[in-house]
């Protein structure tokens, strides 16, 4: 007979988690801190330059009754990932990992310079490695880790203009996969989530004509929004995603490019 605390729907099912979320100033990544912190969890809020909106987000976590801190760091910097870490711990011993920081770039190939593809694929994957392994000795104390990465649809279909991000995010799944493997017996499930198009600061670079068209193209007829993401997220951090491990969830309206 199940437990009745493995009942869906909990209204706090993360009560007492520590979440890490990386990128959460702004975005997707503030969406999703602020959802686990509305299901109970204390969330360490990642931050990389900007301070006032990392802490606009560790207040409206507060305001749901949990703690948080905000924390710089660069993600794509070891040592600035083992301090983000070691700086989580005045909440507890994190168990759920958001992998959320990310940079896109546009422009075709033949125009890409190295240093381009260098910084998104740091950005982007790199980082996933580095708080990835940092995270797994602490998940593992915790006894029900959770790893859940930021793809998008980009990683499962490549997009021209977008090379580089393209491949990183293809990565993300690939690295996704691989490690859902290696930490299933250690109690840490590992997924990734592959949003569609998101109405954030990432598509500051597209016209409001661009947008509408993307808009039209979308089944659902409308963009996405953080919400969309986090909520999925919320989904795999909690228990009732324990039997998951190693997929792609992808809230995308129904459009892949
Ligand atoms: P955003 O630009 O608003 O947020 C990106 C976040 O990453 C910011 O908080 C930024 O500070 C952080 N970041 C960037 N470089 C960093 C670094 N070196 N170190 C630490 N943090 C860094 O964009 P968003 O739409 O909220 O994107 C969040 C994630 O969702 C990204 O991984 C993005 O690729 C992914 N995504 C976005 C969309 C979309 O349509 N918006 C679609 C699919 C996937």
């Not at 959770?146 to 580089?164: D, F, P, Q, T």
Request: proline residues 4%; charged residues 20%; glycine residues 8%.
């Amino acid at each position: 007979m199940e437990a009745e605390s493995r009942e869906w729907g909990q209204s706090a099912p993360l009560a007492g988690k520590v979440a890490v979320v990386t990128g959460a100033s702004r975005g997707i990544g503030k969406r999703i801190a602020t959802t686990l912190a509305k299901a109970g969890a204390h969330v360490a809020v990642h931050y990389h330059e900007a301070q006032v909106e990392a802490l606009d987000t560790v207040a409206r976590c507060v305001g749901y009754g949990t703690r948080a801190v905000a924390i710089q760091a660069d993600v794509s910097q070891e040592e600035d990932v083992q301090r983000l870490f070691l700086e989580a711990t005045q909440l507890g011993t994190p168990s759920i990992l958001v992998n959320n920081a990310g940079i896109a770039h546009y422009g075709l190939v033949m125009d890409l310079s190295l240093r381009d593809w260098n910084r998104v694929l740091q950005t982007n994957l790199t980082s996933t490695f580095l708080c990835s392994k940092e995270a797994i000795p602490y998940l593992r104390r915790a006894e029900d880790g959770r790893i859940i990465n930021v793809s998008s649809v980009h990683g499962l279909r490549g997009a021209a203009m977008e090379a580089a991000y393209s491949a990183s995010k293809a990565g993300m799944i690939a690295f996704t996969e691989s490690l859902a493997l290696e930490v299933a017996s250690l109690g840490i499930t590992v997924n990734a989530v592959a949003p569609g198009v998101i109405d954030t600061d990432m598509l500051k670079g597209f016209s409001a004509e661009e947008k509408r068209q993307m808009q039209t193209e979308t089944p659902v007829g409308r963009l996405g929004t953080p919400y969309d993401v986090a909520h999925v997220v919320r989904f795999l951090a909690s228990p009732d995603s324990s039997f998951i491990t190693g997929q792609v969830i992808s809230p995308n309206g129904g459009r892949l490019p």
